[in-house]
């Protein structure tokens, strides 16, 4: 049980920042080079930390209103971006980020400015946040095994291919837009409703390094790659302590060494071998047995 | 008043210009997005602070010392992470990716050189002295500034139109393999691009970090913003596109902060980056060579 105490605060902390790393995973998953997911979760945090404490809507309806503000920040960035090559998707998106911090700093009588929106009551705790993680992962892996996952599968691995075969690429960009845009707001608002406190600079250049290094670490297809991800990037640190303080520098290698050598991530690369080895298996012992089948067939 | 503001405008905004060369100038060739461009920006100003504060070198010599460690920084980069990522096929998104960890390692490194402190070049760095100019007030810097940007920016010209190197790395920008075929080594290419856009930006490092006087480690962050707006507005690979279109965001952004208010320069400058998207994503002038749209 001590245990379980000493470390509650970072168990909290990896699933507020899988969500955060779900939302930048649903747009890589799409092929969309976009790096929103901060400037998501600003709107998010600010928005269901406003409307919890300035409205009488209560905690879920202000967490919806919070997803619906996110929803349409990602509409509004898709109008331009969705018909766009991967690289301006990038620029636009990074720039958003950077004008979601300094606009909340400038809207200081809404958002508190560098001094922070503070005293918001702890409502995400563990119970909460594990079932909410638990329902994304689970809609994730719904929405991969549908229609509109195996687009952006076909989109990710080659857009000319995937416009061949019929697939409007642009609007599944959309889609993809508005589902990073909602999970990126989720992930804020449970920072806000977690922390007591948020500050404009948390949803900064930091944010968007852990949430990019979470998805790439752990892969781009597979639903458990960023939570895989997210976990080793939080765990880490804690466990060697003396890398505590170059833990930026050495995110930053992680990144530059994993997209070299590892650029599937780990829960994809170790599914792939996986899969190649039980294709090799059956290989041999199904073989003598469908021998013996064709001629009855 | 006006024309004053649009003078330092000028001024600022050729700066930006200087750095956006760099940025556009490798994207246009390499498909390179590379987001560490900031950062070879701000060492190039530390390199320069540095040797005017330690080594008490001369500015003439402070300044060459600048657009040398940026070229060299720059020249690391593409020799530490995006070769190795070439080499292993990495795609487009995997440059974009390794240069933001580029990135966050160099802004470490400074940070934790300078312990996060702002730092500001002892005073008279620069002589001090201003002109009348039909009712201008024009600085001293500002002329050096100005002058500095045209030759470098005809400089940059000749080498790409008027030189063998140049046309192979305009070859290179073109198809790589076509000219690997026609006996281009592209390796040389990279080289020479990743070198000059570091020069550049260490250059533009170091004057700016005198203009405002303040040399930190997140001045590359702001300077890359403005950048995104530049080489979207000029068209991705455009030399001349770069050069008016900074000229232009400079002048924007200098008449936002003086009418309106510092924090919202910033949003204006974005607020035009989605516009340009929206209405014209391949720009105002033609690039080296661009594809932008994916359906």
Redesign the interface.
């Known amino acids: 049980m001590g245990f379980m105490l000493t470390y509650r605060p970072l168990f909290d902390l990896i699933c507020i920042y899988s969500v955060l790393a779900f939302s930048q995973y649903v747009a890589l998953r799409a092929g969309l080079f976009s790096l929103a997911t901060p400037g998501f979760a600003s709107i998010g945090g600010y928005a269901g930390a406003i409307l919890l404490k300035d409205t009488s809507l209560g905690p879920v309806l202000s967490g919806l209103g919070a997803i619906l503000c996110g929803v349409t920040a990602g509409l509004i960035l898709s109008l331009p971006l969705a018909k766009l090559r991967g690289a301006f998707q990038s620029i636009a998106t990074i720039g958003f980020v950077q004008i979601m911090v300094s606009l909340t700093l400038y809207a200081q009588p809404l958002t508190g400015g560098p001094l922070g929106f503070n005293a918001i009551p702890k409502l995400a705790t563990t119970s909460v946040l594990v079932p909410i993680v638990i329902v994304l992962v689970a809609l994730l892996a719904i929405i991969n095994r549908s229609g509109i996952g195996r687009a952006f599968d076909a989109i990710r691995q080659d857009y000319t291919v995937a416009m061949s075969l019929g697939i409007s690429v642009s609007r599944y960009f959309r889609y993809a837009f508005a589902l990073s845009g909602a999970i990126g707001a989720l992930g804020g608002c449970l920072l806000a409703y977690n922390t007591y406190s948020i500050q404009p600079d948390i949803f900064g250049f930091p944010m968007l390094v852990i949430v990019i290094a979470a998805v790439i670490l752990g892969g781009r297809a597979m639903v458990a790659g960023p939570l895989v991800g997210t976990a080793f990037l939080i765990i880490l640190p804690e466990l060697i302590r003396p890398l505590a303080d170059a833990r930026l520098l050495l995110q930053g290698l992680l990144l530059i060494l994993v997209i070299i050598y590892l650029p599937q991530g780990i829960v994809d690369s170790l599914t792939h071998r996986w899969k190649l080895r039980r294709a090799m298996r059956p290989a041999r012992s199904e073989q003598p047995e469908r021998a013996h089948g064709l001629p009855s067939a | 008043m006006l024309a004053q503001q649009l003078l330092n405008g000028v001024v600022v905004g050729a700066v930006y210009a200087l750095f956006s060369l760099g940025l556009t100038l490798v994207?246009g060739m390499h498909?390179i997005?590379n987001?560490a461009h900031g950062a070879v920006f701000m060492w190039g100003a530390f390199i320069g602070y540095f040797a005017v504060t330690i080594g008490h070198w001369p500015l003439w010599l402070a300044f060459l010392a600048a657009v040398a460690g940026g070229g060299l920084v720059s020249v690391a980069l593409d020799l530490l992470?995006f070769r190795?990522?070439r080499r292993?096929q990495?795609d487009?998104?995997?440059t974009?990716?390794?240069s933001?960890?580029?990135?966050?390692?160099l802004m470490?490194?400074a940070q934790q050189a300078t312990n996060a402190q702002t730092l500001r070049f002892p005073f008279g760095t620069f002589p001090v002295v201003f002109y009348n100019l039909l009712g201008l007030r024009i600085s001293l810097q500002q002329i050096v500034i100005l002058a500095a940007v045209v030759v470098i920016v005809v400089g940059l010209l000749l080498f790409l139109f008027r030189t063998s190197l140049g046309s192979e790395a305009r070859a290179v920008a073109v198809n790589e393999q076509t000219a690997m075929l026609l006996g281009v080594n592209p390796g040389k290419v990279y080289f020479a691009s990743f070198l000059i856009a570091g020069m550049l930006a260490g250059a533009a490092g170091v004057i700016l970090g005198i203009a405002f006087n303040t040399v930190t480690y997140v001045m590359g962050?702001a300077v890359?913003?403005q950048a995104?707006?530049v080489?979207?507005l000029g068209g991705?690979g455009s030399v001349t596109g770069a050069v008016l279109s900074g000229i232009l965001i400079g002048m924007i952004q200098t008449l936002t902060t003086a009418y309106i208010?510092t924090?919202?320069s910033?949003?204006v400058v974005?607020g035009l980056?989605?516009i340009v998207?929206?209405i014209r994503?391949n720009g105002f002038f033609s690039g080296i060579h661009t594809?932008?749209?994916?359906?």
């Open positions: 994207f498909r997005l987001l992470v190795p990522l292993h990495g487009e998104f995997g974009i990716v390794a933001i960890g580029a990135n966050l390692i470490q490194l962050e890359m913003l995104f707006v080489i979207v991705l208010s924090e919202l910033d949003a974005f980056l989605f998207l929206l994503p594809e932008y749209r994916v359906a």
